[in-house]
């Protein structure tokens, strides 16, 4: 929710953060990328895209593919490939530094209460402790859980505390979750996965313990989005298997 709130509370002073960026390197064009442009005025010299709402189209690539139609080999790096990709809260935090000499020692996130279908965009210190916010805002009211996206949230730990990645806080009951072992291969998990990866086999060597055989199937695409473990029918933790087989050299 805070990126769109930051679009309509500030941009006057996104777009001068864009415009002190655009003064250090010369570009040929800036796109704004947004789910939704309603409301949005901008000086000429933006484009606006609207990209459509599925997840996760703020992966760097996905956004990269849906707005310029460009895409890229898995192992260039964008700004190797002349393409820049910044969050308006980054362009924020320039604005911030060079006219207002702010330090970026906080950063704005969303606090949900999921149990009520609430919520609201505060702006905290980094190192803030994670269940002190939430207790601050929704008092008591369950479970607390926090992540950089949306399908890849987990419980918080109990010290936990505010980082650069950290983008939301949302308070809910536990999900219900029970994990099969058995795969039928039906390949929703391929289908789905914005890699193109081929999901059930890599997850079956993991589980076979097999993980030599991992490098032939290009497991550094892994986004960690976790859209896999959403739509996997018999409910396996796809993700949590993709990390293990990233993670593994
Ligand atoms: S979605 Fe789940 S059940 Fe279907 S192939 Fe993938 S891992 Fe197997
Ligand atoms: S987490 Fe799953 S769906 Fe997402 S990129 Fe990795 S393998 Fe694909």
Not at 204 to 233: F, H, M, P, Q, R
């Amino acid at each position: 929710m805070h990126d769109y709130w930051l679009l309509r509370q500030y941009p006057n002073e996104i777009y001068k953060g864009i415009q002190l960026v655009c003064g250090c390197i010369k570009f040929d064009k800036v796109v704004l990328a947004t789910k939704d442009i309603s409301g949005l005025e901008f000086p000429g010299d933006i484009d606006i895209v609207e990209v459509p709402g599925f997840y996760p189209i703020g992966a760097e690539r996905i956004l990269i593919e849906n707005t310029l139609k460009i895409k890229l080999p898995h192992d260039v790096i964008p700004a190797n490939a002349g393409i820049l990709v910044l969050n308006v809260q980054t362009l924020l935090s320039v604005y911030e530094a060079v006219y207002l000499n702010r330090k970026a020692d906080s950063k704005y996130i969303t606090v949900a209460n999921l149990n009520k279908k609430q919520a609201r965009v505060l702006k905290v210190k980094l190192g803030s402790k994670i269940s002190e916010i939430a207790n601050a805002v929704y008092p008591g009211e369950g479970p607390i859980f926090t992540g950089g996206g949306l399908m890849a949230a987990r419980r918080i730990d109990d010290n936990e505390e505010v980082i650069r990645t950290t983008n939301f806080i949302a308070i809910s009951q536990f999900p219900y979750y029970k994990e099969s072992v058995l795969c039928s291969k039906c390949a929703i998990c391929v289908r789905k996965c914005p890699s193109g990866l081929e999901v059930y086999k890599i997850a079956e060597l993991v589980d076979n313990n097999n993980l030599d055989a991992v490098s032939k199937y290009n497991i550094k695409k892994c986004i960690s989005c976790g859209t896999c473990s959403y739509y996997c029918l018999a409910g396996r933790n796809l993700s949590y298997k993709m990390k293990i087989a990233k993670e593994y050299r």
